[in-house]
């Protein structure tokens, strides 16, 4: 058997590029592969939490997005109809989000690590996962232009998305497990100004989003419960601008608004996989998936590109048994993924906000540290048992007696 790769990455999008980029720059030979060539673009909208832009900060790739221009997003606003609760979503050291084109974003990504020295071929397919002794040891593929290639490596990486091949060659457990909850369709406008917020309209078994993204032009996905995909995707159009028209303000805005890209959209499940085997493991959609509502998918895929190559030089450097590394990343990712999985599918839902949640808002609104909060945890900057903690919730409805009281002139 030759083998002329440490890694082989299958997939080259969010998870899998950075991944292949981390184990080049400790000195791995790495092949990634994609069947897609770069730039191209991908069914996924693409808001970039405050983390995951401060992820990009630490490979030192932040300054090229923000060279292409991509406008910042300082603020993200949830309109509930009777209140809106508007905050910052990010951290001192890393403040902002973005909403950057998946063709630039990956294209980036790609470049990166093929400059870190991994080695990148584009359009080529994997067609079989190689299992010999109940062990993965390489890919088998093809190329646009020429034949079936075979290669080894010590660890074949699937960061090859929801429908991953490699999870499906090596069986890996899916666990807590959810169906497709939401269905989303979006389209691109120009002429809809947003002046670097990010803003979201949350109404009756319906929500939509909106953010500015590269060439001035904004982002608006709209949603409505899973039990209505069929139906509505008979005219996917109509549904939107109904939906919208749960907004009349917004919806004033749009209609100033061109539209300049046909809808894409769809509907996802909810689960985890066992992220790791015998020369195995999964990065990104592969291993985790979470419905697109709290848009933490990039984010979460940056998180266990850092992660699993962590485990991965362990194990390959020696300091540590393959299993024990890769069993870090699986606590790791679980525990931070697992946080905001119950509360993403809560939301997807898109069932009305319950009514002690309503309460917290309604007393949150207007106390900017409070909303600041609120941004956060759906920026997944903070995890819902830092909002939700008794503390935070009772300061918050103290301080909005105390705001009423001084307002009325009571003591
Ligand atoms: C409608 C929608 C909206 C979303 N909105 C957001 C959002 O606003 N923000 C956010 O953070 N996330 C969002 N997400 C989630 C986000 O798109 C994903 O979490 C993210 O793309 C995962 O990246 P990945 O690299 O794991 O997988 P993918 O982006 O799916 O990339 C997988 C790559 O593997 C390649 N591949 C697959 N099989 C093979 C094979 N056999 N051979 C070679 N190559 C292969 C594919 O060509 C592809 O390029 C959204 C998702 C959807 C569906």
């Not at 009777?82 to 909403?99: K, L, M, N, W």
């Not at 359009?123 to 890919?139: C, K, P, Q």
């Not at 900057?381 to 009423?404: C, G, Q, R, V, Y």
């Amino acid at each position: 058997m030759d083998k002329a790769f440490d890694v082989i990455v299958v997939g080259t999008r969010c998870a899998g590029s950075p991944t292949a980029m981390l184990l080049a720059r400790k000195g791995y030979r790495v092949l990634a592969v994609d069947r897609a060539s770069f730039p191209s673009d991908t069914v996924s909208t693409h808001i970039l939490h405050p983390l995951a832009v401060g992820a990009l900060s630490r490979w030192e790739l932040l300054d090229r997005l923000v060279a292409t221009g991509c406008p910042a997003i300082h603020t993200y606003a949830f309109d509930f109809g009777p209140f809106t609760i508007a905050g910052g979503p990010g951290t001192d050291e890393s403040p902002v989000g973005y909403c950057p084109r998946r063709t630039i974003l990956d294209k980036l990504l790609v470049d990166a690590a093929a400059e870190s020295g991994a080695d990148i071929r584009e359009n080529f397919a994997v067609e079989e996962i190689i299992v010999e002794g109940g062990r993965v040891v390489g890919i088998k593929g093809r190329s646009k232009q020429g034949g079936t290639v075979t290669e080894y490596a010590d660890i074949v990486v699937g960061a090859d998305g929801r429908h991953s091949m490699v999870s499906e060659a090596v069986h890996a457990g899916q666990y807590r497990e959810k169906p497709p909850l939401l269905a989303g369709y979006y389209s691109y406008w120009r002429g809809l100004p947003m002046d670097g917020r990010f803003e979201a309209y949350i109404r009756d078994r319906r929500a939509f989003a909106v953010a500015p993204t590269h060439d001035d032009l904004t982002l608006v996905i709209a949603g409505w419960p899973y039990a209505e995909f069929a139906e509505n995707k008979k005219d996917i159009e109509g549904n939107y601008l109904k939906t919208i028209e749960l907004a009349p303000a917004f919806a004033r805005r749009l209609r100033s608004a061109t539209r300049v890209a046909p809808f894409a959209g769809t509907a996802v499940p909810n689960y985890f996989r066992k992220p790791y085997g015998p020369g195995w493991a999964l990065v990104g959609d592969a291993g985790y998936n979470r419905d697109f509502i709290t848009a933490q998918g990039i984010l979460d895929a940056f998180r266990d590109a850092e992660l699993c190559a962590r485990a991965i030089d362990e194990s390959l450097s020696g300091a540590r048994s393959f299993d024990d590394a890769m069993a870090d990343y699986q606590r790791v990712r679980d525990e931070r993924g697992g946080a905001m999985y119950d509360f993403t599918c809560e939301l997807a839902t898109l069932e009305p906000p319950p009514p002690e949640l309503l309460q917290l808002l309604q007393a949150a609104h207007g106390n900017q540290t409070a909303m600041d909060g609120f941004a956060r945890l759906n920026a997944g900057t903070i995890l819902p048992a830092e909002f939700f903690a008794s503390d935070n919730t009772e300061a918050i409805f103290a301080a909005a007696a105390s705001s009423k009281r001084a307002s009325t002139g009571c003591a």
